[in-house]
């Protein structure tokens, strides 16, 4: 009993799931929120199902998991009435609470606390590079935009004075923020100018990215660029195709 | 050396502080965000200094607490460094961590999840809210949206089965939520048909309202109705008085 490796739209019958007490995640493959998820799940190497929701025409039954429709959700099945949570950043903050292995975020609640608000910081960059991504019009202030907020994490490296932004190892800052460092680099592939982030002013960053790439966790979870920039095409004509995740580059 | 009771506009000098490890809360006096710091500020019973900040014209050193300019928060003087922390869900649970006291949050890593995420449903109320109490225009639809995301929280309470959201005493969900169900009577003073919640539609709701008003940490905070109607007032006008939360009514 094994669930099909699609993104389940709208019609479709749910999934047949085995009783098994393995956790389900409910997820899209492009999905950076997802990716939160996904990484935290591998990181703490939790057994769990996934299965793919269209988001464009979202089966019926997912509001069952998520009220409002939205990605990420997991399903607790080893709890009585198997609920459900939503919201990326507290389904993380649950699996590392609940399940055994290190502890992603630091123990100390002012550092925690850091950690969060610096997850927080990265929303003007997210919101800047959505249309420079995705639209083929982005309002011509966005690149500068999207650069200063990254000044930001190239400082904060810089102060923090370790390798990661979670420690001397990767913790959940790195995985909660990771997501949108592995799309970046599609806007060299989606941009006519060929954007890259420019390698004095982001050379802390640079290396990190490096670094976190080679993380056990990021490999199995991340996408290269040219799956990026494939989705995003066919989501610039309007007709997002999930599926292309599944497909051989 | 006591802090001026205003909210500190642009131009105006830093207030000087006394050097005596009190916590530093910077908040404006209607923000309900900056609410939910100080009520559990005071349900947890912890010194502080309050400083009100303008939020139409802010003062240039408030960006060293906040570096978006942004309401609430707290910044702790007696950390190496002083440094400040903001979002008012971190600044809460930080407070509830690090302070002594009843913790607010349940221990529970599963509870706790369940309450954020019922905080992060109130977030449709809100939006439909908004444009209700400050603009003279509402969207047609904005009270029928209002009223389908209350439902949530009609249906939740009487799911959960007990006083408060948090349980049998109040939690920090009904904290985090308050502050909006705190204003939510002003739109009787402010909308021309004087709107109500319907009495059987919220029946627990309105009961739970009543309970919260009775917390010696909402007594302590919450603003009469008539006086959100006076500065809903000043808003709509296009000139923010908050000051006024320091007037007689």
Same mark, same amino acid.
């Given at each position: 009993?094994?669930?099909p490796? +699609?993104?389940f739209?709208q019609?479709?019958?749910?999934p047949e799931?085995p009783?098994?007490?393995?956790?389900?995640?409910?997820?899209?493959?492009?999905c950076?929120?997802?990716?939160?998820?996904?990484? @935290?799940l591998?990181?703490?190497q939790?057994?769990?199902?996934?299965?793919?929701?269209d988001?464009s025409?979202?089966?019926d039954?997912?509001?069952?998991?998520?009220?409002?429709?939205k990605?990420?959700?997991?399903?607790?099945?080893t709890v009585e009435?198997?609920?459900?949570?939503?919201?990326?950043?507290v389904i993380?903050?649950?699996?590392?609470?609940?399940? !055994?292995?290190?502890?992603?975020? !630091?123990?100390?609640?002012?550092?925690?606390a850091?950690?969060?608000?610096?997850?927080e910081?990265?929303a003007?960059?997210?919101?800047?590079?959505?249309?420079?991504l /995705?639209?083929?019009?982005?309002?011509?202030d966005?690149l500068?935009?999207?650069?200063q907020?990254l000044d930001?994490f190239?400082?904060e490296i810089?102060k923090?004075g370790?390798?990661?932004?979670?420690?001397?190892?990767?913790g959940?800052?790195?995985?909660?923020?990771?997501?949108?460092?592995?799309? /970046?680099?599609?806007?060299k592939?989606v941009?006519?100018?060929k954007?890259e982030?420019d390698k004095?002013?982001?050379? +802390?960053?640079?290396?990190?990215i490096?670094? @976190?790439?080679?993380?056990?966790?990021?490999?199995?979870t991340?996408?290269?660029?040219?799956?990026?920039?494939?989705f995003i095409?066919?989501?610039?004509?309007?007709?997002?195709?999930?599926?292309v995740?599944?497909?051989?580059?």
């Amino acid at each position: 009993m094994s669930i099909p490796l +699609k993104h389940f739209k709208q019609g479709t019958a749910k999934p047949e799931l085995p009783e098994d007490g393995v956790l389900r995640f409910y997820l899209m493959r492009f999905c950076p929120y997802s990716e939160r998820g996904s990484l @935290v799940l591998a990181a703490k190497q939790i057994p769990h199902h996934k299965i793919y929701i269209d988001l464009s025409e979202k089966p019926d039954w997912y509001t069952d998991y998520s009220p409002l429709g939205k990605v990420p959700a997991i399903q607790l099945t080893t709890v009585e009435g198997q609920p459900a949570l939503v919201e990326s950043l507290v389904i993380a903050e649950y699996l590392d609470e609940q399940y !055994p292995g290190r502890q992603l975020y !630091p123990a100390d609640p002012l550092q925690k606390a850091l950690d969060k608000i610096l997850i927080e910081r990265l929303a003007p960059a997210v919101s800047a590079v959505y249309p420079l991504l /995705f639209t083929k019009d982005p309002p011509a202030d966005a690149l500068s935009k999207f650069e200063q907020a990254l000044d930001v994490f190239e400082q904060e490296i810089g102060k923090r004075g370790t390798p990661f932004f979670g420690g001397e190892q990767i913790g959940m800052v790195d995985y909660m923020i990771w997501p949108w460092f592995e799309r /970046f680099p599609a806007l060299k592939l989606v941009l006519p100018e060929k954007y890259e982030l420019d390698k004095d002013r982001y050379a +802390k960053l640079l290396e990190w990215i490096e670094l @976190v790439a080679q993380d056990e966790a990021i490999k199995q979870t991340a996408l290269a660029s040219e799956m990026h920039a494939k989705f995003i095409a066919t989501r610039q004509e309007g007709t997002p195709n999930y599926d292309v995740a599944f497909e051989e580059l």
